[in-house]
């Protein structure tokens, strides 16, 4: 697949996503808004429908998440042809920081440990259950930031495949 074809098929459709997802995000941390930041006694009390809300916000953030890195992080190597099968994604990454697509790759790994240890509900320990709900709620932020900057490298480096 030539770079042309990579921005067509694989980068365009990975920026609409995660830009659908951190949308979708932003919604639902806003009607989370009141809801963090919790302790284990706050979380107990939660209702059906708060805990939607933040199951919502969780599901979003990890398809955020994954979608930049699964698929938006892979066409930016792939369309600048500096993709290689052979190395790790931590090299990826680190690449992709000196490249200046992310702002830091260990932050993208923490944010990834936390998207990992966040989607596992502890039903015996509501007090980890709201803490990983708390830093969930402050990487959004973060999580954000890689994306944008991401994107601002797609189209200063992409544009005119778009």
Known sequence: MNPREVVELRLRPAIRE??????RLHYAAEQGKGLVPLDAEAYNALSDSDL????QMLFRFGRLQDAIGQRLL????RAGQDWRDD????????????LGVL???????????????????????PEVNAANLNKIFDGIAKLERN????????DEHFSDAY
């Not at 939607?52 to 199951?55: E, G, I, K, R």
């Not at 994604?89 to 920081?97: H, I, P, V």
């Not at 994306?147 to 797609?154: M, S, T």
């Open 87 to 98: 190395e790790t994604f931590l090299d990826k990454l680190n690449r992709l920081e000196k």
């Open 74 to 77: 892979p066409a930016i190597l």
């Open 147 to 154: 994306l944008l900057q991401a994107r601002r490298f797609a």
């Open 52 to 55: 939607a809300v933040l199951d």
């Open 18 to 23: 995660s830009e659908r997802h951190l949308a």
């Open 103 to 125: 702002p830091s790759a260990s932050d993208w790994v923490q944010l990834r440990d936390l998207r990992n240890h966040a989607m596992h509900e502890y039903p015996d320990d």
